[in-house]
């Protein structure tokens, strides 16, 4: 699941278990609880800010956070070097990093919808539609968006570059400028 999905139920849950742990007199239990859930929160809050070679490639808990600002940077570069009225990402995944990462960016962001249906809520809220700007620089971490390019009628690929970080081989960045949307 997405770590969103638990903020609603999170903070009712956590007022639920304490006044179960302590109307039941379960204080060193309670007590331990909190002590855990500190700790787990420094962790959570110091980890990130640790350089990858603290941790062993194998069991870096960090690993799918790594990079992403990286692939910003690389992004945000192709946006400088050219002139697009629009970017455009085919993943839910890109889609929520690019959000982050470029929320500076003057930029609108879309996400190209390949399926009849949207399939996440980056296709419902910000899909890429007739009308919308262009040129488009689209941003792809998958090997084939044909279902995604098919939907323009100029289609450049503009390059291909290697990101370091995430997963252990890093991740595969693919830049297109498109133009002309026909749609599905």
Same mark, same amino acid.
């Given at each position: 699941t997405h770590a969103s999905w638990t903020a609603s139920a999170a903070p009712a849950?956590?007022? #639920?278990v304490t006044a179960w742990l302590l109307e039941r007199q379960r204080k060193v239990l309670f007590g331990t609880t909190v002590a855990?859930?500190?700790?787990?929160?420094?962790?959570?809050?110091?980890?990130?800010?640790?350089p990858p070679s603290v941790?062993?490639?194998?069991?870096?808990?960090?690993?799918?956070?790594?990079?992403?600002?990286?692939? $910003?940077?690389?992004?945000? #570069?192709q946006l400088a070097t050219n002139n697009y009225d629009a970017l455009a990402a085919d993943s839910r995944e890109l889609v929520a990093e690019l959000l982050y990462y470029l929320r500076d960016?003057?930029?609108p962001l879309?996400?190209?919808?390949?399926?009849?249906?949207? $399939?996440?809520t980056?296709?419902?809220?910000?899909?890429?539609?007739?009308?919308?700007?262009?040129?488009?620089?689209?941003?792809? #971490?998958?090997?084939?968006?044909? $279902?995604?390019?098919?939907?323009f009628?100029?289609?450049t690929f503009l390059a291909s570059e290697r990101i370091p970080g995430g997963k252990s081989q890093g991740r595969t960045l693919r830049f297109y400028r498109l133009s002309g949307f026909t749609g599905r």
């Open positions: 849950a956590s007022i #639920l855990i859930n500190a700790l787990a929160t420094a962790a959570i809050l110091v980890g990130p800010t640790l941790f062993p490639t194998s069991s870096d808990p960090f690993v799918r956070m790594r990079g992403w600002d990286d692939i $910003a940077a690389a992004v945000r #570069l960016s003057k930029v879309f996400a190209i919808v390949s399926r009849d249906e949207p $399939a996440n980056f296709e419902m809220t910000r899909p890429y539609r007739a009308g919308a700007p262009e040129p488009v620089l689209f941003v792809s #971490l998958r090997p084939q968006s044909r $279902a995604a390019l098919d939907q009628r100029s289609v």
